[in-house]
């Protein structure tokens, strides 16, 4: 199963984009990178997903390296609802996620 | 938006006891995960389910947990006989294919073994 490292930690001003960074180094061709959010202790919120190229959808982008190394979750504008934990997954076959301790990200006023 | 649901969002329970925790999945999912969280520790994965039977299971589900699907809309985690370390969030998730699909959360239920 491939691993993922992200910061432990990180703020970002609320109104300003919050570039969160994820490493994969050992990605395999087939894997997708997902993103999940987890506010307080509610279920994991799915947020992009993406295999190769850069993803977009109404809560965020997904910027993938060439080689698939790594990737940024970007949030173009941050509010103080998305202080969460950020995970950065990346898919195995059969569906399972494994979560790791994630990036928790403060949104400041 | 279709969202999965889950009861009862809290239970306390006695060492020993059996609990059964619901969850109804997303209505044209098919297939049906549950993950666990213990206070302050990361989100672990339990079990998938598609087609009627378990398709993974981790070291964690042992022989005192079972899943079924017993009327085509419930997806259920039974614990026989809860254990202390059992005290947890369980989360119930379902997604439409495997591998490249979206799992989608429940909101949990905190279980308490005292």
């Known amino acids: 199963d491939a691993k993922t490292t992200q910061p432990t930690s990180m703020d970002c001003a609320e109104g300003r984009a919050a570039n969160l960074p994820c490493n994969h180094s050992t990605i395999s061709g087939n894997e997708y990178v997902y993103w999940y959010r987890q506010i307080h202790s509610q279920g994991p919120q799915y947020i992009i997903h993406g295999l190769k190229n850069n993803e977009t959808n109404e809560m965020a982008s997904l910027i993938i390296t060439e080689d698939r190394k790594s990737s940024t979750l970007i949030l173009p504008h941050a509010t103080l609802r998305d202080t969460a934990v950020y995970y950065c997954?990346?898919?195995?076959?059969?569906?399972?996620?494994?979560f790791g301790q994630g990036t928790e990200l403060s949104v400041k006023p | 938006e279709p969202e999965v649901t889950q009861t009862p969002s809290h239970q306390v329970t006695q060492m020993g006891q059996e609990v059964i925790l619901r969850c109804v999945p997303i209505?044209?999912?098919?297939?049906f995960y549950w993950y666990r969280q213990i206070l302050g520790q990361k989100v672990e994965f339990l079990v998938s389910?598609?087609?009627?039977?378990?398709?993974?299971k981790s070291e964690i589900f042992d022989d005192q947990f079972s899943v079924e699907r017993p009327d085509g809309s419930n997806f259920t985690l039974k614990i026989r006989s809860t254990k202390l370390e059992d005290s947890a969030m369980y989360f119930c998730?379902?997604?439409?294919?495997?591998?490249?699909?979206?799992?989608?959360f429940g909101p949990g239920t905190r279980l308490l073994v005292l």
């Open positions: 209505s044209n999912h098919l297939y």
């Open positions: 998730a379902s997604g439409i294919k495997v591998n490249q699909e979206t799992q989608y």
């Open positions: 997954i990346v898919s195995l076959w059969g569906g399972k996620l494994i």
């Open positions: 389910f598609y087609n009627n039977e378990i398709s993974e």
